[in-house]
């Protein structure tokens, strides 16, 4: 064998056995890389743990991590966490924070080899919620407590203490007033009851919860307690001897006024139990309130105030006091300055007494009409000339008194008979004009004052001479007259009205059916029902229209008038019966009397034959 061809073969099979390990080399299979997406963990409202399991195969890792969103398949350009390269197997996981709560979050894993990224299956979860503490509406609300209460739903993080916070400043805190319920672990329907609160006041409350360093708060609302009502007492006003007007202002927000009125004594702080009284019942409305306190004694103190009586008890308002007038040492030094005359008016307010209007007749038997009004200081013993009555009537008027003002209206005059009706002040002797009485113009017609309003019946009608029974209420504060229930007895004009406690009284008189009918009934009249009683009769031997009717007391007086007597009667509203009480001088028709303390002063008028301008001394037995 040649050299050179031995050389070729060696080198042929080396080449061989070097080429078949090179194939063998090759051949070995690629293991994929996989990074498998686990379930998320540690949910909570803003946070979720998301894992995976990176198992490395044949290819060079460059990156891995995780992609996710809230829009299903996310990829690298979604929200993504990268880990890097990686050569070995392991368990990755990343915490997401900043997430919204009650949100559904997709996620996957990725890896990335070269240019290409795989990505791992899909998965997904829903973060948590916030507990939520809702306010709601408070409930029971009185003048001192409240009941405010919250729907309390637990949510992902743990509650540490949940209650309520208020106060009487917008949003209250826990550094406000709070009642703390403790931990909660589910859902609950919470309340508490606020006591010892101020009345007629707006409280801000809301829920609260705190969760590790954190406090959240539920909405704001507010209720307001309820308002006490109040009756304001006033000064005493029109004090005279024995009488004094009282009132107050009532006012009604939420309490159920059960009654109400005024209480006195001649000893301080008079309540329900140790002073006098007087009613008004239960009221629903606010309202102002008056009354006539008669019966007092001369030169004597007392105390009053209002009070109302809710379910609560008692309620009283301020107290006030008044003097009642010293004893006047009455004489007549030159009498009434004005002219002789009968049919005239006379008002008591407070220390004065006025007098004015009537008839007379002049030098030739002529009737004169007046209209002259004159003020009596009964301190001072004093006449004063006051501004002349505007009204159309002289003869024959009413007049009554309400608080410290007087109201004249209707009569006879020159010009014929009146409706209008007129308020005289005092303080400005002034006098306005108020709605004229509803009806035809009437002269003779008789009335009285009653617990802060006028009342007007009987008298002759203008026109045809009816005498009348029709009944009417003034009511100042609404400057209205409203008819009320017709006087039951016999139409009659020159009758006498007055009032004692919370009832009018109409009587005497001279009937329709003959001028001689004379009469000698009594009508008692309730404003509150509008009803008339009958009373007993006077059983006076002599006729009683025109005559004088005045109270002191308590009880009512009666006399003179058309019969020509002397004789005055007493009238006793609560034995309901009558009885002789001494008598005057002389007799007058048509006079006037004003109370003086214990005594009364009667005077002008009239006989057969005379005008009179004089006055003598009453004193009842």
Request: proline share 4%; with cysteine.
């Amino acid at each position: 064998m040649k050299p050179g061809v031995v050389v070729f073969f060696v080198f042929t099979v080396s080449s061989m056995l070097l080429l078949s390990c090179h194939e063998e080399k090759d051949a070995t299979p690629k293991v994929p890389t996989e990074f498998l997406t686990k379930a998320a963990e540690d949910v909570l409202v803003t946070e979720a743990v998301i894992k995976g399991e990176l198992s490395i195969g044949t290819e060079p890792i460059s990156d891995c991590g995780f992609v996710w969103g809230i829009v299903p398949n996310p990829s690298l350009g979604s929200d993504k966490k990268s880990f890097g390269a990686k050569n070995s197997n392991e368990q990755l996981s990343h915490k997401l924070t900043g997430l919204q709560s009650k949100t559904t979050y997709y996620y996957k894993t990725f890896y990335t080899s070269g240019s290409t990224t795989v990505y791992g299956e899909e998965l997904s979860f829903t973060t948590g919620r916030h507990a939520e503490f809702t306010t709601k509406v408070a409930e029971e609300v009185s003048f001192t407590e409240a009941l405010v209460k919250g729907e309390l739903s637990i949510g992902a993080e743990a509650i540490s203490d949940c209650g309520f916070v208020w106060g009487i400043v917008p949003n209250p805190s826990l550094a406000s007033d709070k009642k703390g319920l403790g931990a909660k672990v589910s859902d609950e329907k919470l309340s508490h009851k606020l006591t010892g609160l101020q009345s007629n006041t707006k409280y801000y409350y809301k829920t609260f919860y705190t969760s590790g360093s954190t406090t959240v708060y539920g909405e704001e609302l507010f209720f307001t307690t309820k308002r006490h009502s109040a009756f304001a007492t006033a000064e005493a006003e029109d004090i005279s001897f024995t009488e004094v007007s009282l009132s107050g202002e009532l006012l009604i927000f939420d309490d159920e006024i059960f009654e109400c009125g005024f209480v006195w004594s001649k000893a301080p702080n008079p309540t329900t139990a140790t002073g006098e009284k007087k009613y008004f019942g239960p009221q629903a409305q606010a309202k102002a309130l008056t009354f006539t306190l008669a019966g007092l004694s001369i030169n004597s103190t007392y105390y009053f105030r209002t009070f109302f009586i809710t379910s609560s008890g008692v309620v009283y308002g301020d107290e006030f006091s008044f003097t009642t007038l010293a004893e006047v040492v009455w004489s007549e030094p030159g009498g009434f300055p004005g002219d002789e005359r009968m049919a005239a008016i006379s008002l008591s307010i407070g220390s004065k007494a006025y007098v004015g209007l009537g008839h007379g007749r002049d030098t030739e038997n002529h009737i004169v009409w007046f209209k002259d009004f004159w003020e009596f200081d009964m301190v001072n013993n004093t006449w004063t000339k006051r501004k002349d009555y505007p009204g159309m009537g002289s003869s024959g008027a009413v007049a009554f008194t309400i608080q410290g003002k007087g109201y004249v209206g209707t009569g006879s005059g020159a010009s014929g008979t009146g409706k209008d009706f007129w308020e005289y002040d005092p303080a400005a002797d002034s006098w306005t004009q108020k709605a004229d009485l509803v009806g035809s113009p009437v002269s003779y017609a008789t009335g009285f004052a009653l617990n802060g309003k006028g009342y007007i019946g009987t008298g002759v009608e203008f026109g045809n001479g009816d005498f009348l029974k029709t009944f009417y209420e003034y009511d100042p504060a609404l400057d209205k007259w409203t008819r009320k229930a017709d006087f039951p007895g016999f139409a009659v004009d020159q009758a006498v009205g007055f009032s004692i406690g919370d009832l009018g009284y109409i009587g005497m008189g001279l009937r329709m059916e003959s001028w001689l009918g004379h009469t000698k009934q009594l009508w008692a009249y309730s404003p509150a029902t509008n009803t008339w009683t009958p009373k007993k009769d006077c059983p006076s031997a002599q006729s009683l229209d025109g005559s004088v009717a005045f109270v002191m007391n308590d009880k009512a007086y009666v006399g003179l008038g058309w019969g020509y007597g002397t004789t005055i009667w007493q009238y006793d509203p609560e034995l309901n019966d009558w009885q002789e009480n001494g008598s005057v001088v002389k007799s007058r028709i048509s006079a006037i009397a004003i109370p003086l303390g214990n005594k009364v002063i009667i005077g002008t008028g009239a006989s057969t034959s005379s005008y009179y301008k004089d006055f003598e001394d009453y004193v009842p037995q």
